[in-house]
């Protein structure tokens, strides 16, 4: 299915569906179409970076996040992305894309994107540091979520999410030296 239909079919869905508190997951369901495979007939990795755009827009929307963005002119901007497959999504095959906030920091908001078959296995796992910006400005987390009326503490970051945003730390500028010790443990 071309992706401006996947679009226009989570926008609508999203608009329908009950809202979620910030910390809910967003569940979508989707399937594996032609266009999404690749030479070995299984939805492309590419692919799934593309789809977790849709399960982001889908939860920004029935959070409420979207109407706020809209009116303050705020955009979402995707820092960072890693993704750990575990099994292959097959031609046709039903699946879902769970999407949640696991925490948030000075500067980033961290989701987790998880693909699941219909019976529960894990597809693959996301996990995605984002922003939202203003004419330019990257807003903290604390001040979007203050004007927007949904201030509350982060949850408390996981030892994974840690090391992973210490490892997107030392990547964001290009380097001749080694890695800083913590990393090599």
């Not at 492309?44 to 963005?69: E, H, P």
């Not at 999407?99 to 796992?125: H, K, N, S």
């Not at 201030?151 to 080694?178: F, H, Q």
Request: proline share 6%; glycine share 4%; aromatic share 8%.
């Amino acid at each position: 299915m071309n992706l401006i239909v996947r679009l226009i079919r989570i926008v609508i869905a999203a608009l329908l569906r009950p809202g979620l508190d910030m910390l809910d997951t967003s569940i979508v369901s989707m399937r594996v179409w032609p266009n999404d495979l690749d030479l070995n007939l299984h939805m492309n990795n590419g692919r799934y970076f593309t789809v977790m755009d849709l399960g982001r827009i889908d939860l920004m929307i029935r959070t409420g996040v979207a109407r706020w963005m809209w009116r303050q002119k705020w955009t979402p901007v995707v820092g960072s992305e890693t993704m750990r497959f575990k099994r292959a999504l097959k031609p046709f095959q039903p699946y879902r894309l769970k999407t949640r906030v696991l925490c948030w920091d000075e500067r980033w908001v961290f989701l987790e994107q998880r693909f699941e078959t219909l019976a529960g296995e894990l597809v693959a796992l996301g996990i995605v540091k984002a922003v939202l910006t203003a004419q330019r400005r990257t807003l903290r987390p604390k001040e979007a979520l203050k004007i927007m009326g949904m201030l509350r503490r982060s949850p408390a970051m996981s030892p994974a999410v840690k090391a992973w945003a210490l490892a997107e730390e030392w990547m964001a500028e290009p380097r001749t030296a080694p890695a800083p010790a913590e990393l090599e443990e």
